[in-house]
C-alpha cells in the first residue's frame, strides 16, 4: 500500500461506479424535494406574520438567484474533487489537520439535520396520504402512533431496497423521481389547461362548510408582491429546495461518465427552479392569486388544499385523479431514497478517515453494501419520526434543525475559497476556476449567513424548539468529541494520526 493513503483504512472504496447520466440528476432532483414544498407551503404561509405580497412565484425565483453562487461553486468543485462524501472532502481539506475537530463537528450535525429532514419528510409524507386518500373515496383516521408507524415503515422499505444493493437503491430512486415527475407535469398540465371555471367548481368539493371560493378569494386584499414578504419566505425553500444540491457530489465517485459527473448539479437545479415556480403559477393561473394566498394561508384549509388535491379534484378523471395522488406520495418517497443513499456516503468517508468505527466503512461481499451505516440511519431516523409525531404532531417542529445544514453550507464556501486561493490550488484547477471559486465562495457565504439570520430571527415561524436545536447542538458537539477520541485512540492503539488524513485526498 502506498505512503499517501496509509492512513486511510484501505486504498480504495470499494465503492463501483453505477450511477448514470439520469440517475445522477436524479438524485438531486429528489434532493430539492419540489413536489414536497408544494404540498406543504401552506403550512409556512399560515405560520408567517404576513402574507401581503406573498407572491411564490416570484419567492421561487428569488430563492433561486440566491442559490446561483452554491451551484456554481458545487459545479466547479465535483469536476476537480470527485470524491465519496463530497462537500465533506473539500471542507475537510480545506480546514486541514489543525481544524478537522471542527470539520467534524459541523458534518456530524449536517449528517444528523439530514435524518431529521428525512424523518420531517417521512412524516410529511403519512400527512399528504390523509389529504388525498378522502378524495379517491378512502376514508381514514389515523392515530398518531399509526402516523408514526406508517412514517417509519416508508424509510424502512427503502433502506431496505438499499441494503439488498446499491444498483437498485439508485434504480429506485430514480424510478421514484421519474413518477413523481410526471405526475407533477400531469398536474401542472391540467391545472393549465382545464378551463377556470371547472377548476373553481370543482375546488368547491374540497371546502368545508362554510367556505366558498368567493369568501375565500375576497378575504385577501393585499398586494400581489411584497419584497418584504418574499424575503421572509426564504427559509421555506432553504428547507426543501435551492441549496440541497449535494447529492450527486456525495456519490461523485460512483457516477459514470463526465457529463453526469460535471452537469448534475445544474441539470437538477434548472429542472427544479422550472417545475417548482411553474407549479406555483399553475395554482395562480387556475385559481388566482388572491384564492391561493387566502387559502393556503388558512390553517382550516391548508391541511386539505395543495397543489396537487387542486389538481386531483380538477382532472375530473378517476385514473388521473389516482396517478397524481400516488405521485403526490411518491414524490415523499422519492426524498427518503435519495436520503438513504447519500448520508451513507458521509458515514462512509467519515470511517475511511477513521473518524468513526470502520463498520461504518464495511461493505457487505454478499450485497455490496454498507449495510451497517445504512441500519444505523434507519434506527436514528425512526427515534426522530416518534419524538416528532409524539411530542409535536407534526412535521413542522422539525424545521428548525435546517439552521445547522446553512451554517455547514456557509462553511463550505469558504472552505471553496481556501480551495481556491491556498490549498489544493494546483489539483488540476486552473486560474479561471480559481477565480470563479473565490468569487461565487465568498457570495455563497453572503448568502447563507443571510439566510442563516431569517431562521434565528424569527424561530416561531421556522421551528426553533428545543427538539430541533437541541438535537442539532448535541450533535455538533458528539461530532467533535469523538474526533478527539478516536484521534487519542488511533495514536495510541495504533500509532496512527488521524489528522493526517485531512492533509491528502481520498482514494476512489
Known amino acids: ?8 483504512v484501505r486504498e480504495s472504496t470499494g465503492l463501483v461506479k453505477s450511477a448514470g447520466f439520469w440517475d445522477a440528476v436524479s438524485i438531486n432532483i429528489a434532493n430539492m424535494s419540489i413536489g414536497a414544498a408544494l404540498a406543504t407551503i401552506g403550512f409556512t404561509l399560515a405560520a408567517l406574520p404576513t402574507v401581503a405580497g406573498a407572491n411564490l412565484v416570484y419567492a ?9 453562487p452554491q451551484v456554481i461553486v458545487y459545479s466547479t468543485l465535483i469536476r476537480h474533487i470527485p470524491r465519496v462524501g463530497g462537500d465533506y472532502v473539500w471542507l475537510g481539506r480545506a480546514l486541514g489537520s489543525k481544524l478537522a475537530w471542527l470539520t467534524n463537528g459541523l458534518v456530524f450535525g449536517f449528517i444528523i439535520e439530514n435524518l431529521t429532514y428525512y424523518a420531517l419528510i417521512a412524516f410529511a409524507a403519512v400527512f399528504q396520504l390523509e389529504s388525498v386518500l378522502p378524495i379517491l373515496g378512502v376514508n381514514v383516521s389515523l392515530t398518531p402512533i399509526q402516523e408514526v408507524s406508517i412514517g417509519i415503515a416508508f424509510f424502512a422499505v427503502i433502506v431496505l431496497a438499499n441494503i439488498l444493493g ?12 421519474t413518477v413523481s415527475l410526471l405526475g407533477l407535469i400531469i398536474a401542472m398540465a391540467i391545472l393549465f389547461i382545464m378551463p377556470k371555471t371547472q377548476v373553481i367548481n370543482a375546488i368547491s368539493s374540497l371546502l368545508p362548510t362554510g367556505y366558498t371560493y368567493m369568501g375565500v378569494t375576497h378575504s385577501y386584499s393585499g398586494p400581489f408582491f411584497s419584497m418584504n414578504t418574499i424575503l421572509m419566505l426564504l427559509p421555506f425553500f432553504a428547507i426543501y429546495v435551492y441549496p440541497w444540491l449535494q447529492a450527486g457530489p456525495a456519490i461523485a465517485s460512483e457516477i459514470k461518465g463526465k457529463n453526469a459527473l460535471h452537469w448534475n448539479v445544474p441539470m437538477a437545479f434548472l429542472f427544479s427552479l422550472v417545475f417548482l415556480t411553474l407549479g406555483f403559477e399553475a395554482m395562480y393561473y387556475s385559481l388566482g392569486f388572491n384564492f391561493v394566498t387566502a387559502a393556503l394561508s388558512n390553517p382550516n384549509l391548508n391541511g386539505i388544499i395543495n397543489f396537487w388535491t387542486v389538481a386531483m379534484v380538477a382532472s375530473h378523471n378517476a385514473a388521473l385523479s389516482w396517478f397524481i395522488g400516488i405521485a403526490s406520495v411518491v ?3 422519492a426524498v427518503l431514497a435519495y436520503g438513504a443513499i ?4 458521509y458515514w462512509f468517508a467519515l470511517a475511511f478517515d477513521r473518524v468513526w468505527p470502520s463498520f461504518f466503512a464495511y461493505v457487505s461481499p454478499r450485497f455490496g453494501t454498507p449495510i451497517y451505516a445504512h441500519t444505523f440511519d434507519l434506527v436514528v431516523t425512526a427515534v426522530l419520526i416518534a419524538a416528532a409525531g409524539f411530542l409535536y404532531n407534526t412535521f413542522t417542529a422539525l424545521y428548525g434543525a435546517v439552521v445547522e445544514a446553512i451554517i455547514y453550507y456557509m462553511v463550505v464556501g469558504i472552505a471553496a475559497i481556501i480551495i481556491a486561493t491556498l490549498r489544493y ?11 470563479i471559486l473565490t468569487i461565487f465562495g465568498v457570495l455563497m457565504v453572503g448568502v447563507m449567513a443571510y439566510i442563516t439570520y431569517e431562521f434565528l430571527a424569527y424561530p416561531q415561524i421556522w421551528g426553533g424548539n428545543w427538539l430541533a436545536y437541541g438535537v442539532e447542538l448535541g450533535a455538533v458537539i458528539l461530532g467533535i468529541v ?3 477520541l478516536s484521534r487519542y485512540v488511533n495514536l495510541r492503539k495504533y500509532g496512527i494520526d488521524i489528522s493526517v488524513a485531512y492533509t491528502e485526498i481520498l482514494p476512489e
Request: net charge positive.
Open 331 to 333: 414524490w415523499y418517497l
Open 1 to 8: 500500500m502506498g505512503k499517501e493513503y496509509q492512513v486511510f
Open 482 to 484: 469523538v474526533y478527539l
Open 425 to 435: 490550488s494546483s489539483f488540476n484547477m486552473g486560474s479561471r476556476s480559481r477565480a
Open 166 to 177: 446499491t444498483k437498485y437503491g439508485i434504480k429506485l430512486m430514480t424510478a421514484l423521481t
Open 342 to 345: 447519500v448520508v451513507v456516503r
Open 60 to 68: 421561487s425565483l428569488i430563492a433561486a438567484l440566491f442559490a446561483i
